[in-house]
């Protein structure tokens, strides 16, 4: 598997199950800061979920390698770049 490729799929090119199933990648971090928020009593901005995610992966692969936790790493930094340059990739079916 090319990850590179993988994570581009992931990111950009999403599916509409995974839309209806998941939302708009970018709507979703912004829900998940909203809750982590509440959670935590401070304030975690959607950049951070974006973070959270990436040391989360990081943190399972440095316990065992796993190629999915490569894969969602190049994902999650992919999508933290749509999200700082504003992109909200569309949906393909």
């Known amino acids: 598997m090319n990850i590179l490729e993988e994570a581009n799929k992931i990111i950009n090119q999403r599916t509409g199950e995974q839309a209806q199933t998941y939302g708009p990648f970018i709507e979703c ?23 959270f995610q990436i040391a989360l992966k990081l943190g399972r ?22 999200y700082h340059n504003g992109v909200e990739p569309g949906i393909t079916d």
């Open 29 to 51: 971090n912004e829900r998940i800061a909203k809750i982590a928020s509440l959670l935590c009593n401070k304030e975690i901005t959607t950049e951070d979920i974006y973070k």
């Open 61 to 82: 692969e440095a316990y065992m390698h796993k190629e999915d936790n490569l894969l969602d790493v190049v994902a999650y930094i992919g999508a933290l770049n749509n």
